[in-house]
């Protein structure tokens, strides 16, 4: 089986964002970037397949020479191979459209993606990758099996979980569940070194069209302080959320 | 020309997120001058959409759609979408809506925005106000191509009234065999529970409960409003609830009118998950947690003492105001 997965390169969970340019750019000053962590568990599970099922993985990214750090960090975890193609990301579909192209020219059989990033919150990669691509698709996914070319999924509903049959060609939108935080790993030395020498190949965009851009960003307006309330008078806090706030 | 919603409904009833929907999609109309088209699928009753300004229902009653499908169901709403020449589609952000908006995206060779948070902008351009960056920030994003794809972020918009005459049509798209190939093999759902995604109140607690032999003071709290309960990350990391109800930056996002926080300091990851609500509380031994400083209302103290005299007051409010 060929797996490939599919990383985005976002700024640490911690980061204070801030924008320059007059609101137009992020601020990457001083920010420290991660494998986006919907990503790193689809990654882990893929690195299972290697391990158990004897797949090969390759990872992919869409971005700048920047980004390659991020690749080298993933090859570090253990996938065999990475693929950067070289384009800063204009869109969500822009985005899909290079991994698809990616996907339909080294013959994947599962492309797992994380099913949002943590910058963006697009959440709509995936899905597009799969209209593109014409494979089967399963987002919010928590669970992941395969035997031959059928695939065994559960993703999340509102309130529960969905056990879904399926086979491959398959792309997969993940998210905790699919492993857990505990199975994530940090790379070794060993793995750290070996990735220096595995394979990272630069490839350049197909098309080419922005059907969306993000042409201004804005930071939520100061929050009013908190009004404290003395644990001798609950009343006050029950007379607060019911006249005040209007919630109960 | 129209603008196209999807109407979700579960066991035949219009879903909440479906009228904030259809409220959103009259805004749109009204601002591009057209009317509302509402795609059902297994629905019954199509009028209660017309309260919420839509003109017109197709219904769509099929049997293979009985089990939710995100590509046969992205088929339907495309093959609606191109009949009723809509300009713009709107979706929820329920997870089932967030599954097949990018499908109907890629058919209709539109632009898609999710996490909108308010009415357009403008429409020429047609310009939206997005959050992104975890809650952290907001974005405009303008869509360049001629058909949009929306989602609504969960309780940004709200419900407006604005009854409208509605027609009804029967809708029966040309499935294929393909849409088939994801199927569902089971479902898992806890019953009589209110679901953290569908709740307008969400109780939530962290270490500060100590343990969870604890937990029936917050459940009793739950009941009590009609919440959904829900927990911090190392309450779910160390096994004391279920990873289902593990809300925050990793977790399942909370976008509720009311939010309260027992025994939770607010980390930045968990913050990101939760600040979408509306009214945040918080109930902390710690003076100097971090939640303080998102929440609207806080009480420094123990959860564990003060969360049951809590609950007996709202029992008693509530008795006093049903």
């Known amino acids: 089986m060929k797996i490939l997965v599919c990383i985005s390169h976002v700024p640490d969970t911690t980061s204070k964002i801030n924008f320059v340019n007059g609101d137009t750019e992020f601020d990457t000053n001083g920010v420290q970037y991660v494998i986006n962590p919907n990503d790193e568990f689809g990654l882990t599970r893929a690195i299972w397949f290697q391990e158990q099922q004897g797949a090969k993985v390759t990872v992919v990214n869409v971005g700048g020479p920047d980004t390659e750090a991020t690749l080298r960090k993933a090859l570090a975890i253990g996938a065999d191979d990475a693929i950067r193609v070289n384009a800063v990301p204009m869109d969500g579909f822009f985005v899909a459209q290079q991994l698809a192209e990616v996907a339909k020219n080294g013959g994947y059989d599962l492309i797992i993606c994380g099913k949002e990033s943590l910058d963006y919150n697009g959440g709509m990669v995936p899905g597009m990758m799969a209209g593109l691509l014409g494979y089967n698709f399963v987002n919010a996914c928590t669970e992941l099996t395969v035997e031959g070319t059928q695939a065994k999924a559960a993703r999340e509903i509102d309130g529960g979980k969905e056990v879904i049959a399926t086979a491959l060609p398959l792309v997969v939108g993940g998210q905790k569940g699919i492993v857990e935080e505990k199975d994530l790993r940090i790379p070794n030395m060993r793995g750290i070194m070996t990735a220096r020498t595995k394979p990272l190949s630069v490839v350049e965009p197909v098309g080419g069209d922005d059907k969306t851009k993000a042409v201004k960003f804005e930071k939520p307006a100061p929050k009013s302080a908190v009004k404290m309330v003395s644990p001798d008078n609950l009343d006050e806090l029950i007379n607060l959320l019911h006249n005040e706030a209007k919630v109960i | ?322």
Request: charged residues 15%.
């Open chain 2, 1 to 322: 020309m129209s603008v196209v919603l999807y109407a979700e409904s579960s066991d035949g009833k219009f879903k909440k997120v479906a009228l904030e929907v259809a409220s959103y999609a009259k805004a749109v109309a009204d601002a591009l001058g057209t009317q509302v088209t509402a795609v059902t699928i297994n629905a019954s009753d199509a009028s209660e959409l017309g309260k919420y300004g839509v003109n017109k229902v197709l219904q769509v009653q099929n049997d293979a759609l009985q089990a939710f499908n995100a590509k046969a169901y992205a088929d339907v709403i495309q093959q609606a979408a191109r009949q009723e020449g809509a300009q713009v589609v709107v979706f929820s952000s329920s997870t089932d809506s967030l599954y097949v908006a990018p499908l109907v995206a890629v058919a209709l060779e539109a632009g898609m925005a999710s996490n909108v948070v308010a009415a357009p902008v403008s429409t020429a351009p047609f310009q939206v106000k997005r959050s992104a960056f975890s809650q952290k920030a907001f974005n405009y994003t303008t869509i360049n191509t001629a058909v949009k794809v929306l989602s609504i972020s969960k309780n940004s918009f709200g419900i407006h009234e604005n009854a409208t005459s509605v027609t009804a049509e029967a809708f029966a798209p040309q499935l294929n065999e393909g849409d088939f190939a994801t199927k569902v093999a089971a479902v898992e759902k806890a019953s009589g529970q209110v679901s953290i995604a569908d709740a307008d109140i969400v109780v939530s607690g962290g270490r500060g409960l100590k343990g969870p032999e604890n937990w029936h003071i917050l459940e009793d709290l739950a009941t009590t409003l009609g919440a959904a309960t829900a927990c911090s990350k190392p309450v779910s990391d160390i096994g004391w609830r279920p990873h289902s109800e593990h809300v925050g930056q990793t977790g399942k996002p909370v976008a509720s009118n009311l939010y309260i926080a027992l025994g939770i300091s607010g980390a930045i990851q968990h913050i990101a998950g939760i600040n979408a609500s509306k009214v945040k509380v918080v109930i902390n031994t710690d003076p100097e947690a971090p939640f303080f400083k998102v929440a609207d209302y806080g009480i420094v103290g123990d959860a564990l003492e003060i969360v049951p005299r809590l609950t007996q007051k709202l029992k008693e409010f509530k008795a006093q105001n049903s």
